[in-house]
């Protein structure tokens, strides 16, 4: 629900009763024409001085959108990006060798206990 804000203003009062005709909301689609009305305005408003808060109350749009809007688009981060994927070395597993007389061997791979037990035999 939005609340009216004396204007003095024609074409931002004529914006911002096009902008609440639109269905607020997460994903809010406002048409390209319209915003760039609105940019216009905006960009105009911000030469002559009126801060984020002021527009904001005249147009019922948040400021935030507002400076995406008016940002330069290549300044904007990159939502993806392409990333390479690199395997990770798995660390061998370790496993503790006990001897039947009572010998611990710990931390050592498979492959050292095969060799150990070779080497036993």
């Known amino acids: ?5 004396p204007m003095t203003d024609t074409e931002a009062r004529e914006l ?3 902008l609440d005709s639109i269905p607020r ?3 809010r689609r406002i048409p390209l024409e319209l915003r760039a009305r609105a940019t216009a305005w905006v960009a105009k408003r911000r ?3 009126d801060g984020w808060g002021e527009l904001v109350d005249k147009l019922g749009v948040p400021a935030s959108t507002l400076q995406r809007w008016t940002s330069d688009p290549s300044s904007r981060a990159v939502m993806l990006r392409r990333v390479e994927i690199a395997e990770l070395a798995r660390p061998e597993r370790t496993v503790t060798l006990v001897s039947p007389t009572g010998v611990r061997v710990e931390g050592v791979t498979i492959s050292d206990v095969i060799e150990i037990l070779r080497g036993l035999a």
């Open 47 to 49: 030469e002559c001085g």
């Open 25 to 27: 909301g997460r994903g």
């Open 16 to 18: 911002r009763r096009k």
């Open 1 to 5: 629900m939005s609340y009216p804000v």
